[in-house]
Every structure is written in C-alpha cells, then in structure tokens.
C-alpha cells in the first residue's frame, strides 16, 4: 500500500469503517511508516479533539419560538389536506393546460411545416408547404426543427422544450411585412404565442414581432 | 448511535402537536448543537433551529411512524443548515482585524484580538479550545464539516450519514477525509503546543 492510499483510508480506519482487508493493509503500513503514523496520531487526536467540545443545551426560548409559529398554520388546513389525493391532482392540473395547448400548437404547426393534413385528406387549394416551394409566409431560420410530440403533452416540461428549441424558430418573413400566421388552418400562431408561452420563455428568445 | 428512543412511537393517540412537542424537546439539544457547530454563532444557531423545527412541523405528515425520527429530523436539518449557511456566506460581513473601534463618545480603541498561541493561561481554558476548534470547523466547507459533525460530535456510522445527507457511503467517506484532514492542517500545530505547555508544567 502506498502512503498516499494509506492517508485516504486512515479516516474510515479510525472510525472503523473500513473491510477487514482494508483495515489489516493500513495497519501493515502503519507499522512500517513513521510519516503516516503521524498523519494516523494527529487525525485521531482531531476526531478526540472535535468530540470532546462542551455539548450546547439547546435555549428553551427556541421552542417557545417554534410553538408560536405552528399555532399560526392553521389547524383545519393541515387535518383536512388528504395526500392520497393531491398528487393526482397536481397532476391533472398540469396535465390538462399541457395537453390543450400542445394540441393547439402542435397540429397547425406539424400542418404548416409538414404540408400534411392531420384531419382527412389536404385542401387542394393550398399549395403544400413543404413541397420545396417557398413559402411567402413562413420560412424556417434553422435547419434542424425537431417535431417532438404531436396532439398532447404529458407535462409542462415537454412543452417548454418545444417552446424553447421550436416554436420561436418561426419568424415572420421580412418581404411579406406580416408576421407568422397559419391562417389558412383558422389560427394565429402569434396570439397562441403570447398566450401560453410568453411566460415560460426567456426575454431574450421571446418571438418579436 | 443507540437509537433506542429514537424512534417515535406513542403509546396512546396524542394529538399531532403534542406528539411534535415530545419528539422536538427529546432531539432539540442535537439539533441546536449541530446549529452551533455548523454556524459557530449561538444566535444564528437559535435562528436555524428554531426554523428546522418549523419546517419539520410542516412536513410532519410525511413522517412515518415507527421510523427513526432522528434521522428524518436531522435530514431537513442538513439540508436546510447546509443551504442557508452557503446563502449567508455569499454575502460576508468583512471587517478587518486591524480596524479601530470608535465608542459613543468618539474615541477610538484598538480592537483586542485573543493570541491563542503565545497565553499559556487561555491554551488551557476549555472555552479557548472550543472556540479555536470552532474557527476551524468555520473554515471548511458546510458539506465537510456537517459529515464531520455527524460522524464525531453526533457519533453517527456512516452508513447512517449517508442516509441524512442523501448520498452514497464512498461520498461520506471522501468528505470525512478532506474535512478531517483540512482540519487536521489547522488544528494539530495548536494541538502539538498544547501539550508541550502541558508537558513543561
């Protein structure tokens, strides 16, 4: 065992934490190594040092203290809060904004970037999007769009991250002066936009109109 | 440790806030005294104590009975020790040693900082030792000092420091390690005077 091993284990032996294996290998080398024996006194004598400080008693006022702050959570609150309940709840509360606006950013975006219909076959009279034309409406400023979930969210979470990689890679073109829209789907990107996901977007990544 | 009061376990239904009162007055000496060695200072000290007891009502629910209650107690402990002395550390109150004090009256005094080394008269004083053992403890890191704490004032295996902290046996151990050893660093030249004074008398 070599003297820098030895210092890592000389704690653990003196608390008595080590293998026996362990424990009979530090002690092979203590026996033959004055510098770590020394390390080995003067930990211990640390560890003798620390557990004999003066024990403090704790101040009756501290509980005095404590007893008026939990008389003021109110008694009624904490007896009837059921936590076999909650959680489901807090679940479903999240869940439920979660899916309707994924839903309503989802399929008129997977629509309008995919040039596919996700209810019956596509309207005729809209030329596809992304058939290689361009479009005068919408262009993409990055390449690597990732389309993560499509119809609902399981969490908020999920919906951040389309939020934060996706969403805002829409911007409005600057030929056309008007901003992203998929009005040919019946819905303003924008407005659902500001709705839902200014909040959770960083000021700096927020679209700008 | 010998936990065998440890565990909470009333003999009739009491009521919440009695069962809490109990279970706080058995472990509120620990509990301060960790405070104290953590922070060093008996204010703070009675400010965090008093606020993991709050937090440990709050959460009272989630306490399952028949459980060591020392170890779910001292786990907010450690978490909220921890955090909140990281918290006030980020804005230290600095004074140098060398700064004058000015009274009430406008005179100013030399402020009279304790040699610990050259008085053999406080070398000795237990005080003197608590408190320079305490300036160490000061100086390392709350991680460091709350597993040296738990392991050789509170007498806690590391096993069960592991559970408080909510980290693996092999994380305990490194951090009882580099905590003893900064500590050894600052502590055994003291220590080494020390009983050359006591060997001379």
Redesign the interface.
């Known amino acids: 065992m070599t003297c820098n091993m030895a210092e890592r284990l000389i704690s653990a032996y003196i608390d008595h934490e080590l293998s026996e294996d362990d424990r009979n290998r530090v002690r092979q080398h203590l026996a033959v190594c004055s510098s770590c024996m020394a390390t080995y006194t003067a930990t211990l004598e640390v560890k003798r040092a620390l557990s004999s400080m003066t024990p403090a008693q704790c101040p009756e006022c501290v509980w005095e203290k404590v007893e008026r702050q939990i008389t003021l959570i109110p008694f009624d609150r904490e007896m009837k809060r059921d936590d076999s309940t909650k959680p489901a709840w807090s679940f479903i509360k999240l869940v439920i904004p979660a899916a309707v606006a994924g839903t309503l950013i989802v399929i008129p975006l997977v629509q309008a970037l995919l040039g596919i219909s996700l209810f019956g076959a596509p309207d005729k009279s809209q030329p596809p999007i992304a058939s290689g034309r361009p479009n005068p409406q919408l262009e993409l400023t990055s390449p690597s769009v990732r389309i993560h979930a499509a119809g609902t969210f399981s969490s908020s979470d999920a919906l951040e991250e389309v939020l934060g990689e996706n969403i805002w890679l829409l911007e409005p073109t600057q030929a056309s002066g008007k901003a992203a829209n998929a009005s040919q789907h019946g819905l303003d990107l924008r407005d659902i936009y500001d709705d839902y996901f200014m909040q959770v977007t960083s000021p700096e990544r927020r679209y700008g109109r | 440790m010998s936990n065998e009061y440890a565990i909470a376990r009333p003999a009739q239904p009491v009521s919440?806030?009695a069962e809490?009162?109990s279970l706080?007055?058995r472990h509120?000496?620990s509990?301060?005294?960790i405070a104290?060695?953590m922070s060093g200072d008996?204010e703070e000290?009675?400010d965090l104590?008093?606020e993991a007891?709050?937090r440990a009502?709050?959460s009272f629910?989630?306490y399952k009975r028949g459980t060591s209650f020392d170890k779910w107690l001292y786990r907010i402990v450690t978490n909220l020790y921890i955090d909140e002395l990281r918290r006030r550390k980020r804005r230290p109150y600095i004074e140098s040693l060398d700064q004058r004090i000015t009274t009430s009256e406008g005179d100013e005094l030399d402020k009279e900082i304790p040699d610990m080394s050259s008085n053999p008269e406080t070398v000795y004083d237990?005080?003197h030792?608590?408190a320079f053992?305490?300036d160490a403890?000061d100086s390392i890191s709350p991680e460091y000092r709350m597993a040296?704490?738990l392991?050789?004032?509170e007498?806690f295996?590391?096993e069960e420091i592991a559970q408080i902290m909510g980290t693996s046996i092999g994380t305990v151990?490194s951090r009882?390690?580099r905590g003893?050893?900064a500590?050894?660093e600052r502590?055994?030249p003291y220590?080494e005077e020390r009983s050359r004074e006591v060997s001379q008398k």
Request: charged share 30%; net charge positive; hydrophobic share 35%.
């Open positions: 919440k806030a809490f009162e706080v007055r509120q000496n509990v301060y005294n104290l060695r008996p000290a009675r104590t008093q007891f709050v009502y709050r629910d989630s237990r005080d030792l608590d053992i305490q403890l040296v704490i392991c050789d004032i007498g295996s590391y151990r009882i390690h003893r050893r500590l050894r502590i055994s220590l």
